[in-house]
T-cell receptor
Framework: NAGVTQTPKFQVLKTGQSMTLQCAQD?????MSWYRQDPGMGLRLIHY???????DQGEVPNGYNVSRSTTEDFPLRLLSAAPSQTSVYFC????????????FGEGSRLTVL | GENVEQHPSTLSVQEGDSAVIKCTYS??????FPWYKQELGKRPQLIID?????GEKKDQRIAVTLNKTAKHFSLHITETQPEDSAVYFC???????????FGAGTRLTVKP
């Protein structure tokens, strides 16, 4: 049981490049989400999904896309990276949307030059 | 949307002392209040949570209190140990949506 797995752990991009952060969970969780963590700002919700085929926007969705084709996977896409997207990204999941505890991945540190 | 404020941003205590971190929230629809601990370079992990139908919850040296009228909740750590040193985040989630909002975090340092 690996829990929540994120890849890559580190990535450097140039402005305008695109990339996908991968997230997979093996706990059969219905709810999955992406957060970004910036110094002094806590964790801010980007997008979330309550099940396969269903996604919705969080607090800071601009510049990011998501999809949920399977229960296990929830990739986060940056279509045209900007320096303001330099951050640490965490994927998190829970059994269902109202279950409570979020299980976080190890994080992905992204730098946009 | 929900707005969560957390104080203090940094807290330094001597080993064995108590530590208290306070959070306020704005949305009266919030009914779930977790606390996460994040050690340096690691992922956040849930340490305790409380729901709006409970005023206080304890788990060994950790306790959380909730005052729904005043819209604030607090984390209490007693008999602090150096391994309690970390960043602590509070959060609040309304019952009618999935947008869990986090506070900005408190960096707790426990000095031996």
């Amino acid at each position: 049981n690996a829990g929540v797995t994120q890849t890559p752990k580190f990535q450097v991009l140039k402005t305008g490049q695109s990339m996908t952060l991968q997230c997979a969970q093996d706990m059969n969780h219905e709810y999955m989400s992406w957060y970004r963590q910036d110094p002094g700002m806590g964790l801010r919700l980007i997008h979330y999904s309550v099940g396969a085929g269903i996604t919705d926007q969080g607090e800071v969705p601009n510049g990011y896309n998501v999809s949920r084709s399977t229960t296990e996977d929830f990739p986060l896409r940056l279509l045209s990276a900007a320096p303001s997207q330099t951050s640490v990204y965490f994927c998190a999941s829970s059994y269902r949307e109202s279950a409570g505890e979020l299980f976080f991945g190890e994080g992905s540190r992204l730098t946009v030059l | 949307g929900e707005n969560v404020e957390q104080h203090p941003s940094t807290l330094s205590v001597q080993e064995g002392d108590s530590a208290v971190i306070k959070c306020t929230y704005s949305d009266s629809a919030s009914n779930y209040f977790p606390w996460y601990k994040q050690e340096l370079g690691k992922r956040p992990q849930l340490i305790i949570d409380i729901r709006s139908n409970v005023g206080e919850k304890k788990d060994q040296r950790i306790a959380v209190t909730l005052n729904k009228t005043a819209k604030h909740f607090s984390l209490h750590i007693t008999e602090t140990q150096p391994e309690d040193s970390a960043v602590y985040f509070c959060a609040a989630r309304p019952f009618n949506n999935n947008d869990m909002r986090f506070g900005a975090g408190t960096r707790l340092t426990v000095k031996p």
